[in-house]
């Protein structure tokens, strides 16, 4: 048996209300207030696909001792065209870097595309367990239905044949060069056709039909499916789906587009996450990827499932929203407008590919030392032991951080430091079990952060050079209330 052992996802706190997006372009096109209900997934000014997955990532594996054999991440938003996503994913995670890793693009099915590829993998007995994600941040021009339609997400999976809690029961893939949107090469933004193109021609004839012949192929009768999971674009078009292939208006999940929005590659493996945390042994759930045809998945859940940790990322990620009405920030944070930064944000370093190198297990995966001699954790991993009763000179065992318990010990509030949403937040982070660092404070709420609060390390962007097309990324300290473990 092969098939799923763990899940995660990740929805960024921050929400956009919609019907403040629509008044506020509602004298351009008054057509967008009919989509003023509801809130959308806003990722932070730090956040991207890629700190998404690994979050994601996180959560699926917390509480689980794995073999990995693989990395595979799903998006249309990679952050780099020509560097391994997926292996920046696996340095932040601190994985062997033996483990093999792979980007899946081009397509809104490169979600379940990866996942796909996993349980191949798995099936192939090449070695160790798979890690699947798909994630998306994609941005949308001003004044558009996507900019309210869309939303920020991702989700994760452990693929393998031991403590399966959705066994694979086999899948069916279409592709078909169907256009209803597309985005060139170089280009910021999606370009949509209309809507009853996408409703007519793809939702009412041939979706129907190729996820019927996958159904036949796997041996699953359509009043047998306990949850339907498929990625529509818009709304209620999965509900017309299973009406015509006569799959019960019970089994068709919700869709999350109130809360989350539409998640692009994210949408259907987000969509079979939340169906898992809530899934009882002995149902079957059919899952579906679109975009430029489709990929159908079958998983039927299994007794083990009540052995897994409980695992409610969604669910929690959903509870945990932050409310922004703020349409001007959701603008300057998709960088859809040009902000005035000012003289502090001219500063533009080059990063040092040769340091980056050197110290990538540093900087993706916060390992620091720990010192042979006492035991002393440090970040980073010195010459010498800092503990004053010891002193040791020499070589330090690697000490990871990321998810060690900590605390602030003194922090500040800045106006005159650049970020892209002042004021800059820092402080001393102190480690329960030894150990601190100057860091970065994100997910703030203004009044909210204090000397001894709890804090869980997240990673995040540090910075963006826009001169040379880098991103940074480092480790943040989030106050634990907004960053809670799901």
């Keep these: 048996m092969i098939g799923i052992t763990s899940f995660g996802a990740y929805v960024p706190r921050g929400r956009l209300n919609r019907a403040v997006a629509a008044k506020a372009n509602a004298w351009v096109n008054p057509g967008l207030m009919a989509q003023a209900r509801g809130e959308r997934a806003m990722a932070g000014w730090d956040e991207d696909s890629l700190t998404m997955a690994v979050e994601a990532a996180r959560h699926a594996l917390a509480g689980r001792q794995v073999e990995l054999g693989a990395v595979y991440l799903g998006s249309t938003t990679h952050p780099f065209a020509d560097r391994q996503n997926a292996g920046v994913v696996a340095g932040a995670l601190d994985l062997p870097e033996a483990v093999a890793t792979a980007d899946f693009a081009g397509s809104l099915k490169a979600g379940t595309a990866a996942l796909l590829a996993g349980l191949d993998r798995v099936a192939a007995g090449r070695g160790g367990e ?279 010990k003194t922090w500040s509030s800045d106006w005159l430091t650049y970020t892209p949403e002042p004021p800059a937040h820092y402080g001393m982070i102190e480690f329960e079990r030894g150990g601190r660092f100057m860091a970065d404070i994100t997910d703030w709420d203004s009044g909210q952060v204090s000397v001894g609060q709890p804090v869980r390390m997240v990673f995040r962007v540090r910075g963006r050079d826009p001169q040379r097309g880098m991103t940074r990324y480092f480790w943040k300290a989030a106050p634990l209330a907004a960053a809670k473990e799901a």
């Design 130 to 408: 798979v890690l699947a994600l798909a994630a998306e941040h994609r941005r949308a021009r001003a004044a558009s239905v996507q900019e309210l339609m869309y939303g920020d997400a991702a989700a994760a999976f452990t693929l393998g044949s031991s403590g399966v809690v959705a066994e694979y029961l086999g899948s069916h893939s279409v592709s078909t060069d169907f256009v209803d949107h597309y985005r060139a090469a170089g280009q910021p933004f999606d370009y949509h056709w209309e809507e009853r193109w996408l409703r007519d021609e793809a939702f009412q004839k041939w979706l129907p039909d190729a996820i019927r012949a996958g159904l036949a192929k796997l041996g699953i009768a359509a009043g047998a499916v306990d949850r339907f999971l498929l990625a529509e674009p818009a709304p209620k078009l999965a509900a017309e789906v299973a009406r015509r292939l006569g799959i019960a208006d019970a089994a068709v999940a919700d869709g999350l587009h109130a809360t989350v929005g539409q998640a692009g590659a994210a949408h259907a493996p987000l969509m079979l996450a939340a169906a898992l945390e809530a899934a009882k042994p002995g149902q079957t759930l059919v899952v579906v990827g679109f975009g430029q045809g489709c990929d159908l998945l079958a998983f039927r859940v299994t007794p083990a499932i009540s052995q897994l940790a409980p695992r409610n990322a969604v669910a929690a990620s959903l509870a945990r929203r932050k409310e922004e009405t703020d349409y001007a920030k959701f603008q300057a944070f998709n960088e859809v407008v040009t902000v005035e930064k000012g003289l502090r944000a001219e500063a533009n370093p080059q990063t040092a590919l040769s340091a980056m190198y050197r110290k990538r297990r540093m900087l993706l995966g916060l390992v620091g030392g720990r010192c042979r001699k006492c035991g002393t954790p440090q970040f980073p991993a010195a010459l010498r032991c800092v503990n004053p009763g010891c002193h040791h000179a020499g070589e330090m065992d690697p000490y990871r951080f990321a998810d060690e318990p900590a605390r602030i």
